[in-house]
């Protein structure tokens, strides 16, 4: 049986996992019933055993879910979820300072390590538990183009290239997007694409659908925009066209987006920033993007965001709640439904 329950009427009830900081009073990992017609978390349990489990993952089948140990001693480890209450399959394995994303890919476990500005590969087993440890780690090279992070490289997210054998790797700190491939189990670059000096780019997403993934939307968390690039697969690399902002006129005081969403038919992308605590909609039109509105995220600090059945999941940190909106299908644009209590919520992740 799959992570998710059996309802009173045989359907398969389907579950979210939050993660959150314990450092900052989190719970760590929350499991959540999703009701199916309206998107609504219920919490059912969880689990503390792994300290800022901030970045979350689960496996094709929905039995393991994967999380990150975002600390200067930074690890990731493995949960069996198939209750209400995760348990571990073995000891977290170490990885590089600071994880701040991870994600499956090619029968690995990668990390992005944000303090070492590394990508570090775990290996899987056969039944999806972790190898006792890493199988190779990839140090970024470069350094800051703004004043706003130090000159080092900031490793922020890891994400497979759709259809592809590579993987990409987004530095905030070197300002930059790597086309990257496993060889032996160590992560090494093909291409490397600069964007914009000073953007600081953090997440990305890719366009689906007929195109393909032949789009890429880049997050800045420093601009606050983003850079629609060209996927030119498979030999890659990036290609930026050109910049949309994500927020209308200049912003008044602090505004750092933190996590970018497209809509399965490729009409609409979604990102949350911080500091204006919003939610953005952008429209997609042939290979740009153009801003339609933003609607308020219902918390404060919303660190990631998340699309599933028509439903968006805000996780806001310093609020400490998951906020979900139901989205229009004709404009993309997101009416709040609710929202549950979960104290330095950093990410939600929903099975199948």
Not at 31 to 38: G, I, L, P, R, T
Not at 81 to 93: A, C, F, I, S
Not at 193 to 209: D, I, M, N, V
Not at 313 to 339: H, I, L, M
Request: hydrophobic share 35%.
């Amino acid at each position: 049986m799959t992570t998710a329950a059996r309802a009173a009427d045989g359907r398969r009830q389907r579950r979210a996992y939050i993660g959150s900081f314990t450092s900052a009073g989190g719970l760590g990992v929350l499991v959540a019933a999703v009701d199916e017609e309206s998107g609504a978390l219920t919490v059912l349990g969880g689990a503390d055993d792994v300290p800022d489990p901030s970045c979350l993952a689960l496996s094709p089948d929905g039995d393991i879910l994967y999380a990150v140990s975002e600390r200067p001693d930074g690890a990731v480890a493995a949960y069996r979820v198939t209750g209400d209450k995760p348990e571990l399959t073995g000891p977290p394995v170490a990885v590089g300072d600071g994880p701040t994303h991870l994600c499956l890919h090619a029968g690995h476990v990668l990390t992005a390590d944000y303090g070492s500005g590394s990508v570090t590969a775990v290996p899987l087993r056969p039944d999806g538990t972790l190898a006792a440890r890493a199988s190779g780690t990839l140090r970024h090279a470069g350094s800051a183009s703004g004043p706003s992070r130090p000159g080092q490289p900031h490793a922020h997210q890891v994400l497979p290239a759709p259809g592809d054998h590579r993987f990409l790797g987004v530095d905030l700190g070197t300002d930059s997007v790597r086309v990257c491939a496993l060889e032996n189990g160590v992560p090494v670059v093909r291409r490397e694409t600069a964007l914009r000096p000073g953007s600081g780019p953090r997440h990305l997403a890719f366009q689906p659908g007929e195109t393909d993934g032949s789009y890429v939307y880049v997050l800045n968390e420093l601009a606050p925009t983003v850079t629609v690039c060209r996927w030119n697969a498979p030999e890659g690399p990036l290609e930026a066209l050109g910049e949309t902002s994500v927020l209308p006129g200049a912003p008044e005081g602090d505004a750092y987006p933190s996590g970018v969403v497209v809509s399965p038919d490729g009409r609409f992308a979604w990102t949350a920033t911080r500091g204006t605590d919003v939610l953005s909609v952008l429209a997609v039109e042939d290979a740009g993007l153009r801003l339609v509105t933003t609607v308020p995220c219902g918390g404060h600090w919303p660190r990631a965001l998340t699309y599933a059945a028509g439903t968006l999941y805000v996780a806001n940190e310093r609020s400490g709640d998951v906020t979900w909106f139901t989205v229009d299908p004709d404009t993309g644009v997101p009416v709040r439904g609710g929202s549950i209590e979960a104290p330095a919520a950093s990410c939600v992740v929903l099975d199948v």
